[in-house]
């Protein structure tokens, strides 16, 4: 049984997002499968989520950065972080053979992609569908009112983004 199955409450109305959301949820479930096959199907199944979330990763950076975050955002700084940990875990596993922070990393991510999902993704798909960004042409229909935003748009950020500021200047 997979620690992390697709259902409703991770999906964000974002056709795009949601997509490589799925197909994240389903390589993670396939790395926990593995894990109970071989080392060898483990490593490759986990390589697999690790490559796919280069590419998960890079476009949600590529869209802020398209859309008036600063590069130093704290959603890309946190996408940064997990990948250098997967990364750090896929060495330990392929190079010194101990697999005990890959079985054990597994089930963070699924809690950690729960939690991330529904607070950073979901603030940057509301940003994204607030003003009219069209991920196919990179057109934006109505710009942001504001430019290097170092939040995430989310609850869970602080600082709000200049974006979230409700007080008159
Ligand atoms: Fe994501
Ligand atoms: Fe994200």
Sequence with gaps: MPTLTWTDELALAHPQMDATHEEFVSLLSAAELALA?????????????VEH?????A???????????????????QHAQVLGLMHEV????RDDGDFGPLERVLPELAGWFRAHAQTMDAA??????????????????RPPAAQGMTGCGGASCSPATPADETTPA
């Design 90 to 93: 896929t060495r330990v596993a």
């Design 37 to 49: 096959q071989s080392r060898e199907a483990a490593l490759a199944a986990y390589q697999q989520l």
């Design 124 to 141: 940057l798909a509301a940003h994204l569908k607030q003003i009219g960004y069209d991920v196919a042409s990179g057109a934006i229909a």
């Design 53 to 57: 979330t280069v590419g998960h990763f």
């Design 59 to 77: 476009q949600e950076d590529r869209w802020m950065a398209a859309t008036g975050f600063a590069p130093e955002n704290c959603h890309t700084f």
